[in-house]
């Protein structure tokens, strides 16, 4: 039995960095699409200073949550959870039901492949993890081999 406290990994800064991005671009489309109706439709310029300023602040929140709150991968004595990864396959799984776990390169990113027993697999990209590949993928090889029967290959 897996004695050790559960790991979570972090977002990894480039990607922390793409989500403010993101909510950066959205806040300024309804910041145009504000100042066309503030403009056109002669609404008050005060929506439009409300607007900015929610929209601001919300990627603030963003920022912080991806920088210092949001895990992507959790590990814990009876298995794993990853969380804000498209193409991820199957995100929850208890470690009895992995087969084995390989490196390999999926769309030309580096990633951490998880065979489960029923054929389905569980893709993490090392790449949105704040942590070395090399700890991710020996965290994840202690865990499945406290579990007993699964392996690396």
Not at 25 to 41: D, N
Not at 86 to 99: E, F, K, L
Not at 115 to 143: F, K, M, Q, Y
């Amino acid at each position: 039995m897996d004695t050790r406290p559960p790991s979570d990994y972090r977002v990894a800064p480039a990607l922390a960095a793409r989500l403010v991005g993101l909510t950066l671009a959205v806040v300024g489309l309804l910041v145009f699409v504000v100042t066309v109706l503030v403009v056109a439709a002669g609404l008050d310029p005060l929506a439009l200073l409300v607007v900015a300023g929610l929209g601001v602040l919300g990627a603030a929140l963003v920022a912080w949550y991806a920088g210092t709150r949001a895990r992507v991968v959790h590990l814990d004595e009876l298995g794993y959870r990853v969380r804000f990864v498209r193409g991820v396959g199957v995100s929850s799984a208890r470690w009895a039901d992995v087969v084995d776990a390989t490196r390999q390169h999926v769309a030309g990113s580096r990633c951490l492949v998880l065979r489960l027993r029923d054929g389905r697999t569980t893709t993490i990209p090392v790449e949105v993890v704040a942590a070395s590949p090399d700890a991710l993928t020996e965290d994840v090889v202690t865990r499945l081999e406290a579990a007993g029967g699964a392996r690396w290959k």
